[in-house]
């Protein structure tokens, strides 16, 4: 009953149509104001939301400054691929598991796909791309992939040169079960790791040569 009477109690020449058309002419009113005074040097400018990701960041990667437009929720991963034309990191399992992704943060190994692009600011990223000299010379690494063909499809192998490299800056003498578990975190999906190991120990050999 009290439904009833409140609906009788309503202004009989307010109809839906002229609500409606109320709500969105206020909406959009809303709206230009915002834009209208959004500026930054505006009295009127709106605080940034706390927690918000600043979109336009700049990281730097294999020694250079990039400027890069990222999503909130954007992985390394993605942006290296997709944004920054480093297709040398992988996305395999893309929840890390398989290794694929693998580059260095501070010459440290990280799986790329589970760091989110914002947090990389003020760090230095290496990709595969970044391993070689000016002058071409590949990385000690690189030349031992190469010299023992230690790879089969190659689809890991980027992942698992990274993890060397960064393995064998604190570890220049590791044995071949300390290499095995070195490189534990990464997989080899034509399970071909004996080779894998014999490239790594190779590798161990260049660096210390180099």
């Known amino acids: 009953m009290a439904d009833i009477e409140i609906t009788e109690a309503a202004d009989p020449g307010v109809s839906r149509r002229n609500f409606i058309k109320g709500v969105i002419a206020a909406g959009?009113?809303?709206?230009s104001a915002n834009y209208m005074f959004r500026g930054a040097g505006s009295m009127f400018a709106q605080a940034?939301?706390?927690?918000?990701?600043?979109?336009?960041?700049?990281?730097?990667?294999?020694g250079q400054q990039r400027r890069v437009d990222i999503m909130r929720q954007e992985t390394l991963?993605?942006?290296?691929?997709?944004?920054?034309?480093?297709t040398g990191t992988?996305?395999?399992c893309d929840r890390s598991e398989c290794g694929a992704c693998t580059v260095l943060i501070d010459?440290?190994?990280?799986?790329?796909?589970?760091?989110?692009?914002?947090?990389?600011?003020?760090r230095s990223v290496r990709t595969i791309e970044g391993l070689a000299a000016e002058d071409g010379t590949?990385?000690?690494?690189?030349?031992?992939?190469?010299?023992?063909?230690?790879?089969?499809?190659?689809f890991c192998m980027s992942g698992y040169v990274m993890?060397?490299?960064g393995y064998l800056q604190d570890n220049p003498n590791p044995t071949r079960a300390d290499l095995a578990h070195g490189l534990s975190g990464n997989l080899c999906r034509c399970a071909d790791y004996n080779k894998i190991l014999n490239t790594m120990e190779q590798a161990a050999e260049n660096m210390r040569q180099a």
Not at 28 to 31: D, F, P, Q, R, T
Request: hydrophobic share 45%; proline share 4%.
């Open 28 to 31: 959009a009113a809303v709206g």
């Open 48 to 62: 940034t939301t706390p927690g918000a990701v600043e979109r336009l960041i700049t990281i730097t990667v294999n």
């Open 77 to 86: 991963a993605t942006t290296l691929r997709y944004k920054l034309g480093l």
């Open 90 to 92: 992988k996305i395999g």
């Open 107 to 122: 010459e440290v190994p990280h799986y790329a796909c589970s760091i989110l692009t914002h947090s990389v600011r003020g």
């Open 138 to 154: 590949l990385h000690p690494v690189q030349q031992a992939v190469v010299s023992e063909q230690g790879f089969q499809c190659a």
């Open 163 to 165: 993890a060397a490299v």
